[in-house]
């Protein structure tokens, strides 16, 4: 076989990131995972997205216009001769300087109808063009709505990449049960009982669904989104998540009753070490591990409540004073949106003054590498999936704050199920005393002990799932064999 006929058999895949941090992050390392298994990826960022990436790196002094065109492609610093990374940007329909988070309705609303022309534009040049290789599969974020629809126009192997927990996934995949028994749609009436019809969930309580799920009014611009979106994953060839299979068997066992899915996660950098991919819409601090460096071991409490979410001001308020009471140590990524775009002032009057020594705000930083620290010893989070997969393979205690969308279903999880974490306050309204005393516990008490033996359990879970002849490596070739058989079947082999 010569090169030209070698290089037709490889896949190769267009693969398309959702436009958040969260999606990002897995999505980038995915395409890697793929590369590294003989997959040439065309991976799709929006300009906006991009133009963040780019714009948070810490950028040298450039000396050569080579330099300057690196700059470009954020898979620059790993291509390589047995890495084959091609990568793209699309329009999502506005100009960068417009506050997609300001404006979030108005932005989504105009995504869900512009975007899809984008993608299929991008997608027919790379067919038109005869790339070598030839482009055999379609993978998409399960957000997007358009998927089988492009995949059949352009006679594509469809993959949907799910990037949050089989629990999420299983809950919208079954809307049509939570809307038939009145848990939620237009005839929604608050029921509180618990449902236990969903294939692959014993049961689970209202208010663990997500916050989609939990709204009264079903009509808004991101239910449309959802509704589409989880009607077209019915389509796909294949259905991808970033779990492991060990942590959510019986429901990643009910999806495979439907679809051919496959657990894969987590889905890591190589080493666990910070990406060489920039993947941060955000500018990282580097003050952190100075700071880690000069604190005990297990003695830092980390904070952040991720990249989307809002949290209103009085909550922000009350964290603070609870940090402060409770003594520990902390590190907290306070980002300068945290409560709105155009709200800065949020932190008391003073405060930074107040915790000098103790505590270290920073607007960003590289989470990897933070709580890998032998210094940390707990974390207040929001619950982004992300996030919890992080905390598992550093054994990290959690103390969930949910915040938004999946977090509250991921907090069943963290805190319910694996029992990994407790929630930073049992009711409303938030009260720093209780923060107080919930950060000792966790970090000093007989409870912590407790999150850490069986936090100890998961990590130990996932990383036999990683290892040689474990369920997430298994999966993975399975599915690199079945995508194969896949395209010989399109190709009419």
């Keep these: 076989m010569n090169e030209m006929e070698k290089s037709n058999t490889k896949p190769h895949a267009v693969l398309f990131c959702y436009p958040l941090q969260g999606h990002v992050i897995p999505s980038v390392h995915l395409a890697v995972k793929l590369a590294s298994k003989g997959f040439t990826i065309t991976f799709v960022?929006?300009?906006?997205?991009?133009?963040?990436?780019?714009?948070?790196?810490?950028?040298?002094?450039?000396?050569s216009k080579d330099d300057?065109?690196?700059?470009?492609d954020i898979f620059a610093g790993i291509r390589n001769s047995t890495l084959d990374i091609r990568y793209a940007t699309i329009d999502d329909g506005y100009p960068l300087g417009f506050d997609r988070s300001l404006n979030h309705d108005q932005f989504w609303d105009g995504?869900?109808?512009?975007?899809?022309?984008?993608?299929?534009e991008l997608v027919g040049n790379i067919v038109r063009k005869h790339s070598q290789p030839p482009l055999t599969c379609l993978i998409a974020d399960t957000f997007f709505t358009w998927s089988s629809m492009i995949a059949s126009k352009y006679n594509l192997v469809n993959i949907s990449f799910w990037t949050e927990p089989a629990l999420v996934l299983t809950l919208y995949y079954h809307l049509d049960l939570l809307i038939q028994n009145r848990h939620f749609g237009a005839s929604h009436d608050n029921r509180k009982d618990t449902i236990d019809y969903i294939p692959g969930v014993p049961e689970i309580d209202p208010k663990d669904l997500m916050s989609y799920l939990q709204a009264t009014d079903p009509r808004t611009t991101v239910h449309k989104i959802i509704f589409r979106a989880f009607a077209d994953v019915k389509k796909a060839d294949f259905i991808v998540i970033n779990t492991v299979q060990e942590l959510e068997s019986m429901t990643i066992s009910a999806l495979q009753q439907k679809q051919p899915t496959y657990a894969i996660g987590p889905i890591f950098p190589s080493g666990f070490a910070k990406s060489i991919v920039p993947t941060?819409?955000?500018?990282?601090?580097?003050?952190t591990h100075e700071w880690l460096s000069t604190k005990p071991h297990n003695s830092v409490l980390y904070v952040s409540f991720g990249s989307y979410a809002h949290a209103c001001k009085k909550d922000i308020e009350e964290i603070a004073e609870g940090l402060l009471l409770s003594k520990v140590s902390f590190i907290w990524v306070l980002r300068p949106d945290i409560v709105s775009s155009d709200e800065n002032d949020i932190l008391p009057v003073g405060y930074e003054e107040a915790i000098k020594g103790r505590g270290l705000i920073v607007p960003?930083?590289?989470?990897?590498?933070?709580?890998?620290?032998?210094?940390i010893g707990g974390f207040i989070t929001h619950c982004g999936w992300n996030s919890i997969l992080e905390s598992i393979w550093c054994k990290i205690p959690l103390l969930a704050y949910p915040l938004l969308t999946d977090q509250f279903t991921n907090r069943k999880l963290v805190v319910d199920d694996w029992k990994i974490g407790v929630n930073l306050i049992d009711s409303k309204p938030i009260n720093r005393k209780e923060i107080a005393e919930k950060i000792n516990r966790v970090m000093s008490g007989k409870l912590g002990d407790e999150l850490k033996k069986n936090i100890m359990e998961a990590r130990n879970c996932v990383e036999n799932a990683l290892g040689h002849g474990g369920s997430s490596e298994t999966m993975f070739s399975r599915f690199l064999s079945d995508v194969n058989t896949q395209i010989e079947k399109l190709r009419g082999v």
Excluded: G, M, R
């Design 45 to 63: 960022n929006t300009k906006y997205i991009h133009h963040h990436i780019n714009k948070s790196k810490s950028k040298p002094n450039h000396t």
């Design 68 to 72: 300057d065109d690196d700059e470009d």
């Design 111 to 120: 995504f869900k109808y512009v975007f899809p022309a984008h993608v299929d």
């Design 280 to 287: 941060s819409l955000w500018s990282e601090s580097h003050c």
């Design 364 to 375: 960003w930083c590289s989470q990897i590498e933070v709580i890998s620290h032998p210094a």
